[in-house]
């Protein structure tokens, strides 16, 4: 009989997961739009409708699923994650009916690299410490906390995995380059890190089978860009001026705070262990390498 695996946060990283995994699981998926469920059950996942901003409609969690994927982000805003609150509150209630807790038998909660904040270029492993810079990175802190936790307190397996910038092919930087938004000149520049979609839907299943409890694993590939390089990558694959370079003092007058908050943190994170403890074959260890595989596909 097939174990049952509860999504939360059905997003475009939730559907590349599902085939890998239906074969091995019955799959729901919270949701909290109904216009939606048709996507979902496309994608052999069985739709439960709630939201993690209204507790009240997450009674039916209880007790469903010996595997939760916790794939949703926090609120645009504050310094807590509320709504990772609401959802352990809810896997931890005693079922309707039922005569005792049925807790999950493994939680994997998928995060940031922006955890580590700046870390001036330097290579930052799982070990490194936290040190966010932005309320977007303290409110996945919070849930990171959260989650161990809850995971210590109820001795439920959970793994974390921390994702930098995915891209794909609809996941590439094409519009700001049209728009010629700019970037730091090469000697202010920033390294940044990545991860293909694909992949990361990989390493997803990898660590629901192979996680060990507790762990914090740095979801990404081998590339280690400065991002005005990874904006030149993408242009020249598809035909594009390669954005402007300007120094950082100016950056502040002409680049979006949200744009400029990325290229404020350097580091370049070490992947080691999803390859020796998830035992991960990159399908594009490169940003290169996924480029070239997408490229074709789009300037066809």
Same mark, same amino acid.
């Given at each position: 009989m097939k174990k049952t695996l509860l999504m939360v946060g059905c997003g475009d990283i939730a559907l590349r997961v599902a085939p890998l995994l239906q074969h091995r699981y019955r799959i729901l998926g919270l949701c909290r739009k109904p216009e939606n469920f048709s996507k979902l059950r496309a994608h052999a996942i069985t739709p439960i409708i709630g939201d993690l901003d209204q507790p009240s409609s997450l009674s039916k969690l209880a007790g469903i699923a010996q595997a939760v994927l916790h794939l949703a982000p926090p609120p645009a805003d504050g310094l807590k994650d509320p709504r990772t609150t609401h959802l352990l509150a809810a896997l931890t209630r005693q079922p309707l009916f039922a005569k005792r807790r049925i807790l999950p038998q493994r939680l994997i909660y998928i995060s940031t690299s922006g955890v580590y904040g700046d870390c001036?270029?330097?290579?930052?492993?799982?070990?490194?410490?936290?040190?966010?810079?932005? /309320?977007?990175?303290?409110? %996945?802190?919070? /849930?990171?906390?959260?989650? %161990?936790?809850?995971?210590?307190r109820n001795n439920v397996p959970i793994s974390i995995l921390r994702v930098p910038g995915i891209y794909a092919a609809d996941r590439l930087p094409l519009a700001r380059l049209r728009q010629g938004t700019p970037v730091l000149s090469a000697d202010e520049d920033s390294y940044t890190n990545h991860i293909h979609a694909d992949d990361l839907a990989r390493i997803i299943c990898a660590a629901l089978h192979h996680g060990k409890p507790g762990r914090i694993y740095n979801a990404s590939d081998d590339s280690h860009l400065k991002m005005g390089d990874y904006f030149d990558l993408v242009a020249d694959s598809f035909g594009l001026p390669r954005p402007p370079r300007i120094p950082r003092h100016q950056a502040r007058d002409v680049i979006s705070p949200s744009l400029l908050s990325f290229m404020n943190e350097s580091r370049r994170l070490t992947n080691t262990r999803i390859k020796q403890e998830l035992h991960i074959n990159l399908l594009y260890p490169t940003v290169a390498a996924g480029i070239a595989h997408v490229a074709p596909c789009i300037n066809g």
């Open positions: 001036r270029g330097e290579w930052v492993s799982e070990n490194h410490p936290l040190n966010p810079t932005n /309320a977007r990175a303290i409110r %996945r802190v919070d /849930a990171e906390m959260q989650v %161990r936790q809850w995971g210590t």
